[in-house]
């Protein structure tokens, strides 16, 4: 039966553990997609440490857009992340500046392609970043970027079954089975 878990919150909050720990909760051999590009040693030096972490009972999968073209039909996903997937989506390195998708653009092929990957029975653990909770940013690029991934956090949490706030490792059910848990009002 098809599932679509988000995990959502800051840097550092504990979402990519709690979406391993979940993800081994509900499967003995899960399936990890990781939607990085790799662009500087820093940054290759922490996928290092998120794959030691992961044993060897882990599928990985490393996709920086067509996750559709991954067949999880029966398995557990944890997609890490979102926020990192909307990039490749935002900057096309094969393209310059003035080339660049618009921000309507890369939101409707993101979720075309969202659709796609969700449409298969499968559970689907999203992870993705909270970047519109903090201040605005001068630079117009930032600005737009935020826009895209606050507009595709939305669409993901509208169709997910579960969503999980992360704050300070701590996990905070927000929807439960379709139904919002806590809201303001």
């Not at 979406?19 to 990781?34: C, D, G, I, K, T």
């Not at 500087?40 to 857009?65: A, C, M, S, Y």
């Not at 926020?83 to 075309?112: G, H, Y």
């Not at 969700?118 to 940013?137: H, L, R």
């Amino acid at each position: 039966m098809k599932r679509i878990i988000l995990i959502t919150g800051g840097q550092r909050s504990g979402k990519s553990q709690y979406a391993e720990r979940l993800a081994l909760q509900l499967s003995n051999h899960p399936v990890y997609v990781a939607t990085a590009h790799i662009w500087d040693e820093e940054f290759r030096n922490r996928v290092l440490i998120h794959q030691q972490r992961r044993g060897p009972q882990w599928t990985n999968i490393e996709e920086e857009k067509q996750l559709s073209h991954h067949d999880i039909t029966g398995r557990v996903a944890v997609i890490d992340c979102i926020t990192l997937w909307c990039t490749n989506f935002f900057f096309n390195r094969e393209k310059a500046e003035w080339e660049q998708p618009s921000v309507d653009e890369a939101l409707r092929d993101i979720k075309a392609e969202f659709d796609r990957f969700t449409d298969q029975d499968a559970t689907f653990i999203f992870v993705t970043n909270e970047i519109g909770s903090g201040g605005v940013s001068e630079n117009a690029i930032q600005r737009r970027f935020t826009d895209l991934e606050g507009w595709m956090n939305q669409y993901v949490a509208s169709k997910a079954d579960d969503v999980v706030l992360m704050v300070s490792g701590i996990p905070v059910k927000i929807k439960n089975n379709g139904t919002v848990t806590s809201s303001i009002l």
